[in-house]
């Protein structure tokens, strides 16, 4: 019986991965505080290749998050403010004539780096967030006819405000759908706020990046990702998903539901959940934990349920509770 559980517990060694995002936590921690939620569904992003839309109100530190998240990996970084004048040209690149040989060069946009913080991705317009569709599905640009592929990884973080705010665009549901998760950041509690406070005290002026010091590489951030892959994942467990994922096509409370994107984004994160617990199989628990940054910004409420005060994350809880959990 030991000598199965060794061949079983050896199946994928997970030890590695584990370890990194241990340590990405506690490098993460020495500035952030309280945010383990968010760190780790960032974490969990990286490794199944998703996007990641990041919405709270402003001075909550979501840019510095995403910034020192980049840090961490040992992988190019470029942030792009996005305002309501920019141009699709100053994300993706433009054509630049070259004096000497008299031909055009294409000069590659901040969008051709590993980790792209977009900030307040909300407040460009819509010919400006179509640029991003190509490069965050098919990880390429095409520019005047040519296609320039991106280098791995290339993972897209993007802040938006709450919608209510002046001067934003809502961002059309074709490109929310691109983003593997939206994560809702809320104000810190008094006991975190203290930390907070005091930490910034305490840095004496010194800048958050100088403290974080660089994990993982690009090498080893591929070598999980196929080990990832190899995760374990049941028959009922993909019966689960699909059964839960249906449910928002006729929920009663639910104008929009979910679409096989976000069924495979459930399967994907489910698998890295496992994974950085150490497991090589998934359980309904990884499940559940990867809905909720999946589906809230995938289904859309009725505009009655909406005008009662529901959330989307209720509607959620009720699918829940009325799917049967898999043994």
């Known amino acids: 019986m030991e000598n199965q559980d060794l061949e079983f517990n050896n199946r994928i060694p997970l030890e590695d991965l584990k370890h990194a995002v241990t340590q990405i936590k506690a490098e993460l921690g020495k500035v952030i505080v309280g945010q383990q939620e968010f760190i780790e569904l960032l974490i969990v992003a ?39 004048d920019l141009m699709p040209s100053d994300v993706l690149g433009t054509s630049v004539l070259n004096m000497k040989t008299s031909e055009f060069e294409f000069k590659k946009g901040p969008i051709f780096s590993n980790i792209v913080l977009i900030d307040e991705i909300n407040r460009a317009p819509a010919k400006t967030q179509a640029a991003l569709f190509e490069t965050m599905e098919e990880r390429q640009a095409t520019i005047d006819g040519k296609t320039y592929p991106f280098e791995s990884p290339f993972m897209v973080l993007a802040t938006q405000n709450p919608i209510e705010q002046e001067g934003t665009y809502a961002l059309p549901e074709a490109q929310l759908d691109r983003f593997i998760f939206k994560i809702k950041v809320d104000y810190p509690s008094v006991e975190d706020e203290v930390k907070i406070i005091q930490t910034h005290h305490e840095r004496r002026g010194e800048k958050p990046q100088t403290l974080i010091e660089p994990i993982l590489d690009a090498k080893d951030l591929a070598d999980y990702k196929t080990k990832i892959q190899s995760v374990l994942v049941e028959e009922k467990i993909i019966k689960y998903i699909a059964e839960l994922v249906s449910k928002t096509r006729n929920h009663p409370h639910l104008y929009l539901g979910g679409s096989p994107r976000a069924s495979i984004s459930i399967l994907n994160t489910s698998k890295a959940f496992a994974a950085i617990n150490g497991r090589d199989f998934v359980t309904p628990e990884d499940i559940k934990k990867a809905l909720k940054p999946i589906l809230n910004h995938r289904i859309i409420l009725t505009p009655e349920r909406e005008m009662e005060g529901m959330t989307t994350e209720n509607v959620i809880d009720m699918i829940v509770q009325s799917v049967e959990v898999p043994r």
Do not use: C, M, Y
Not at 48 to 72: N, R, S, Y
């Open 46 to 84: 990286l490794l199944a290749d998703g996007h990641v839309l990041i919405e709270g109100v402003p001075g909550i530190a979501k840019t510095v998050t995403a910034k020192l998240f980049a840090k961490v990996l040992k992988t190019d970084f470029s942030r792009i403010q996005f305002t309501p």
